[in-house]
């Protein structure tokens, strides 16, 4: 199998529409490569009989010549277990979700699926989105395949590992706090949040519903681009869906012109050394290419990561209480009464995470105090909102840190809830603001002689600014090869 | 201010009483999906994703419903909001698929507005706001509990009204009066039996002056009726629990439910937790904002609401106020009945054939039959009673040619020379019959010329009989009358 | 104020020891210097959450353990977000979602609805074309 088009996803459907690779062949080797990475720990479920049945059906589409094979035809893409499909088990990382076949497709699977590609589903997370490491996953943490020791990021962790691993060109993530762009930091590839309603959450299973996003990896912005342009555009199930064109490629040869804003705030003294350095020397560089580099403020970063718990457990206590053991899912009778069986339904399906999560969601909406907490966090989401609107009336785009660190160990930050949080305090404010925002690839820190921990570059926008941002991050890797840096274990290449 | 007296001291106290009424809007579809809104589908065979509230899926909402909604509140001069969002209502039970229900908080589509009952008095809405129905939840039919989620997502509003019904009665008509208007509009069928009608109560008594006492809420009303009687109940309950004198017996604030069969109200929760709802913006479902254009021409096409209907029809064409009310109480009867009086002076006549034959004919059909079912325009009608005002038909050939009508659909005109109903009003002919009806009764002539009118009946009914009924009846009774005292 | 992710080698983190990734922020207007409005409900240790009506509202039949270390959590989590209950948003819109469009409606259409065996194929109990539960008399679980 070339190992080149395991990981650009835009060649791999060229040759297979070239008829130099059958779907057959590649579906068989991508089922070989998670075979090959289970000690990893990205897949939590891949029924094998459908892969290849689908990539024979497209095989034979081909062959038979009667309809135009879409942009993704033959190509895996990784599904992270809160993509719905039919027909095929989907747990949201959770024990509750146990054996949960969803009778209904997302509609953002859906049109993988009318453009030829071959869903593999279904991606380790942290359970129903909630975590920054994969150690909240009910069926053991996703391993980081930079350093088995440390955590890929969360809570797309298995996504961010099918990529970053070289299994599939493609995986598809969530993204709520930062849940693709911070795993996409620590596994070293690329992943891009859009603007919020660009694409459809019909399907998603929802955990914040006014921060989520479904968000692609790759390991090359042409690729984001490439799968956006499928997903994206107006769904008429899903009325936060925003009457928009699909995300198109923008025209940029270089970023000459380029208004770069650097948040003063995202450099301060929670940042990592190593974290800096690459990211200061990759400003440099986008300084090179012609950008002019302006310094900006965003006063109310210090509240983005509460601003963000309040609302998104708010929402999660609401999104989750459909989870009662009555139409699906797991069920536990507990005392044999109603809200008996609820009350042990949930307690027994939930990890501590998720339960946590609620707790706060239900104490930030209950009755006393809804405006001192739900209230209040919804308008200092305005300010944040407002901080970006106004950065952006001096630059372009917004360069940071996707992350204030590398990777962590496992275990290292699981004793303390807020400490996990904080990982998120770099990503949580596209969110807040609806931004979209994405991660390269910005270099390595060396932790060791053997470890070597990529570091991401965040790239934020104002808002509809989607093709221009994609735009000015492709033409950066143009220039540059952080991008091409693999895992010493499984990629073929050196990092540079 | 109206007054109960209490049972057994005979004191007068004044109830308070506030309906939440809840009902279906007539959309085809739900809500927030596609599913049909149908009642009485095999179970569980509308539902989708989304109503199911599956993991992922998400509401979108039906542009019909919120005309229908609209609709209803200009018909009750309610204040629209220029916007209004929907809010999640947190709580669980087995037959809410999403574990809240998508409704409307603080800022409901309306708010104001009211019902105006014979006595005049005004009874004003707080407010009225959309929302989701819940499913169903069958207890008596086995050992668990039945699910059927057929009504959820079924599109609500539920209108409020301020707690200013006095009497069982009030609140009976207050009923009446708002199932007209829904229906009117086409909003809603408001049949209770269906549940496309849902009333809760609200009720407290007080010593007239005084400031509001406990109130307590009645659920699981499912008629008119029983509304009545059960408020009549509870007023009494609560007289009797007050003037006990016994503190423990006093009225708690409390939900009870009604026990049709024995006519009583029971506790149904011990104790009334009260709910903490934890209402928050949906974040699924943007702003409603309602286009002032729009607005006009919703209010431009409502039609004449029964209120001004029956007021014309006392006014205009002259009808009792009792045959008013019943033209007026359903508009499709009374849009019929505009129709059938179009350019005739037969308004009294055309109002009896409608109230009387014709409703009976539809009362046969089943509960929810319709005029429209029964096969007879309008214009079929005012034909028929054209041809009885002509005396070309009897009144009782008329009514075989309406039974007629109804069933074979066909005109009139047509059934009466098939069915061969003229009425004979040739006087010859009639003559003849009228002799030979007179042969022999001696005595009722002599009766007739004493001036007792009373044994013409029977003559008539032999010349009826003679005649196959097609005797005019008036000019029947001319000639028997100029016979009789003619005669001899 | 925010501390920073604890990285191996690091003291234990203790309760004041507070450092921010802001690098020189302004400190914001207190509460107390403003005259009239209606000033929201500020945040203080002893208003400790009642981690239990929380469960009981969100149906999660937690184990007195759990309380303990949740409650525990819980008071941890809302402490370090004391900052939020210090800014004054009085002046400020809420943001109600993030969605920028509206009157997203659809027409009174009706779709085909799921078969009810698909339906009821994920259900944990099932009966005769219904979802079962535990029997209730009345009113809510």
């Given amino acids: 199998m070339k190992r080149e088009s395991a990981r650009d996803a835009g060649a791999l459907a060229a040759s297979v529409i070239a008829g130099e690779r059958s779907a057959l062949d590649v579906a068989r080797s991508t089922l070989d490569s998670i075979e090959e990475a289970s000690e990893l720990n990205a897949f939590l479920s891949v029924e094998a009989d459908a892969v290849l049945e689908r990539a024979r059906e497209l095989d034979a589409s081909l062959a038979a010549g009667t309809e135009t094979p879409g942009a993704l035809f033959g190509v895996p893409v990784a599904l992270k277990a809160n993509l719905c499909l039919k027909g095929r088990e989907l747990t949201c990382g959770s024990q509750l979700l146990r054996g949960y076949r969803p009778p209904y497709t997302a509609t953002v699977v859906q049109r993988l699926l009318d453009a030829g590609a071959i869903p593999i589903a279904t991606t380790n997370m942290d359970e129903f989105a909630m975590g920054s490491s994969g150690e909240n996953s009910s069926f053991g943490p996703t391993l980081n395949p930079w350093c088995t020791e440390y955590t890929p990021g969360g809570s797309s962790s298995g996504s961010a590992v099918a990529v970053s691993a070289g299994i599939t060109p493609l995986a598809l993530g969530s993204d709520t706090g930062g849940s693709v762009r911070q795993p996409a930091a620590l596994c070293g590839v690329s992943g891009f949040k859009p603007t919020y309603g660009r694409v459809s959450r019909y399907g998603l299973v929802a955990f914040g519903s006014s921060l989520d996003q479904v968000s692609p990896f790759a390991n090359n912005v042409r690729d984001l681009e490439l799968i956006s342009s499928v997903i994206s555009g107006r769904d008429r199930m899903d009325s936060t869906s925003l009457d928009r064109a699909p995300i198109r490629s923008a025209a940029r040869e270089d970023l000459k012109g380029l208004r770069v804003g650097i948040p003063a705030e995202a450099f301060g003294d929670g940042l990592d050394d190593g974290v800096r350095a690459c990211v200061e020397a990759a400003l440099e560089q986008v300084r090179s290419m012609g950008a002019e580099s302006v310094p900006v403020s965003l006063p109310h970063s210090e509240h983005a990561v509460a601003t963000y718990y309040v609302v998104a457990t708010a929402e999660a206590s609401s999104n989750l209480a459909r989870f009662d053991g009555v139409r699906f899912g797991q069920r536990e009778d507990g005392d044999g009464s109603l809200a008996g069986m609820m009350a042990a339904t949930r307690e027994a399906g939930f990890g501590d995470e998720v339960k946590r999560r609620i707790l706060l969601g239900t104490h930030v909406l209950s009755s006393g105090y809804y405006e001192a907490w739900y209230g209040r966090a919804q308008r200092v989401r305005t300010l944040i909102r407002n901080d970006y609107e106004r950065a952006f009336e001096s630059c372009d785009l917004i360069l940071c840190p996707t992350s204030p660190t590398p990777a962590f160990r496992l275990g290292e930050r699981t004793a303390d809830p807020v400490a996990m949080y904080l990982s998120d305090i770099l990503t949580v404010p596209a969110n807040l603001a609806g931004l979209p925002a994405l991660s390269t690839p910005c270099g390595t820190v060396e932790i060791s002689d053997s470890v070597q921990l990529p570091v991401g570059l965040q790239w934020i926008g104002p808002a509809l600014a989607d093709e221009e941002l994609l735009a000015a991050a492709r033409c950066f890797q143009a220039e540059t090869d952080f991008h091409l840096a693999t895992p010493p274990t499984r990629g073929e290449q050196a990092p540079a | ?488 | 104020m925010l501390p920073r992710p604890p990285s191996p080698g690091d003291p234990e983190p203790r309760a004041g020891t507070e450092r921010s990734l802001a690098y020189n922020p302004a400190p914001l207007p207190s509460l107390e210097s403003e005259a009239g409005g209606p000033q929201p409900e500020p945040m203080s240790n002893e208003n400790t959450p009642a981690v239990r009506k929380c469960a009981e509202l969100a149906r999660l039949e937690i184990t007195p353990e759990e309380e303990q270390r949740l409650g525990g959590d819980f008071e941890r989590i809302l402490e370090a977000f004391r900052g939020l209950t210090e800014l004054d948003v009085r002046s400020v819109e809420p943001m109600f979602g993030a969605a920028t469009r509206e009157n997203v409606v659809r027409e009174d259409e009706t779709r085909a609805s799921l078969e009810t065996d698909e339906l009821l194929a994920p259900a944990p109990r099932k009966d005769d074309g219904f979802f079962t539960v535990p029997k209730t008399v009345d009113g809510d679980a």
């Fill in chain 2, 1 to 488: 201010m109206s007054e109960v007296l209490s049972k057994t001291s005979g004191v007068a106290w004044t109830p308070v009483i506030g309906l939440e009424v809840h009902c279906q809007l007539a959309t085809k579809s739900k809500l927030f999906c596609g599913c049909a809104n149908e009642f009485g589908a095999a179970p569980n065979t509308h539902v989708c994703p989304v109503c199911s509230g599956q993991p992922g899926a998400l509401p979108v909402m039906n542009a019909r419903a919120l005309e229908l909604a609209l609709s209803a509140a200009l018909a009750l001069d309610c204040d629209i909001a220029p916007w209004s969002k929907f809010d999640r209502k947190n709580y669980f039970y087995c037959d809410l698929p999403k574990g809240y229900q998508i409704s409307q908080f603080d800022k409901p589509y309306c708010t104001g507005g009211g019902v105006e009952l014979a006595s005049g008095k005004r009874i004003h809405l707080t407010r009225i706001h959309l929302e989701d129905d819940a499913g169903k939840a069958i207890h008596d039919r086995g050992p668990h509990t039945f699910v059927d989620l057929n009504r959820a997502g079924i599109p609500l509003i539920e209108s409020v009204t301020e707690p200013e019904l006095a009497s069982a009665d009030e609140a009976f008509e207050y009923l009446t009066l708002l199932k007209e208007v829904f229906q009117y509009v086409g909003a809603s069928d408001c049949d209770m039996e269906k549940g496309s009608l849902r009333c809760d109560v609200n009720i407290s008594v007080r010593l007239p002056g005084e400031e509001l006492r406990t109130k307590v809420e009645l659920k699981n009303l499912n008629s008119f009726r029983n509304v009545k009687a059960a408020i009549d109940f509870e007023i009494q309950r609560q007289i009797e629990a007050w003037e006990s004198g016994d503190e423990s017996k006093y009225p708690v604030q409390e939900t009870r439910l009604f026990d049709p069969n024995r006519g009583v109200t029971r506790t149904m929760r011990a104790k009334e937790d009260a709910h903490d709802y934890r209402y928050f913006p949906d974040p699924d479902l943007p702003v409603l904002r309602v286009d002032p254009a729009e607005l006009e021409e919703l209010r431009r096409a409502l039609p004449e609401l029964p209120a001004a209907r029956r007021a014309r029809y006392v006014a205009e064409f002259g009808l009792s106020e009792y045959d008013a009310d019943v033209l007026a109480a359903e508009r499709e009867v009374s849009d019929f009945f505009e129709r059938a009086v179009v350019g005739t002076d037969q308004v009294k006549e055309t109002a009896n054939w409608i109230t009387n034959e014709l409703s009976a004919a539809r009362n046969e059909r089943g509960p929810d039959a319709s005029l429209a079912e029964l096969g007879v325009t309008p214009e079929g009608l005012a034909e028929m009673v054209a041809l009885v005002a002509a005396g070309t038909l009897s009144k009782a050939a008329g009514r075989k040619v309406l039974a007629a009508m109804i069933e074979t659909n066909k005109s009139a005109k047509v059934l009466v020379a098939e069915l061969g109903l003229e009425q004979v009003q040739d006087t010859g002919q009639l003559e003849a019959w009228c002799r030979e009806a007179l042969v022999g009764q001696e005595q009722a002539i002599a009766d007739l010329k004493d001036g007792k009118q009373k044994a013409i009946g029977a003559l008539i009914g032999q010349v009826m009989k003679a005649s196959g009924g097609k005797a005019d009846p008036s000019k029947t009774r001319e000639i028997l009358m100029k016979l009789a005292l003619g005669d001899g």
